[in-house]
């Protein structure tokens, strides 16, 4: 129909590319979340809290407020 080629398409092997790309990205998430857990005194796992960031982004920028 627009004069091209119908060979073989290789799309197979940048199928399998983004499959690989995605079982990595999925294991890293996977660990981080592990990672980001802790167990306390009693054995439960507890997840960490933080600041988002307001104590350092206050230590930098001398930010009252930290919100922003």
Excluded: P
Aim: no cysteine; hydrophobic share 45%.
């Amino acid at each position: 129909m627009f004069n091209l080629g119908f060979g073989s398409v290789d799309g197979e092997s940048m199928l399998v590319a983004f499959e690989i790309i995605d079982l990595v990205l999925v294991a890293a998430l996977a660990g981080a979340v592990l990672l980001a857990r802790r167990e306390d005194t009693t054995g439960q796992m507890r997840t960490i809290l933080t600041d988002g960031g307001r104590e350092l982004k206050q230590a930098l920028f001398d930010d009252e407020e930290g919100d922003n």
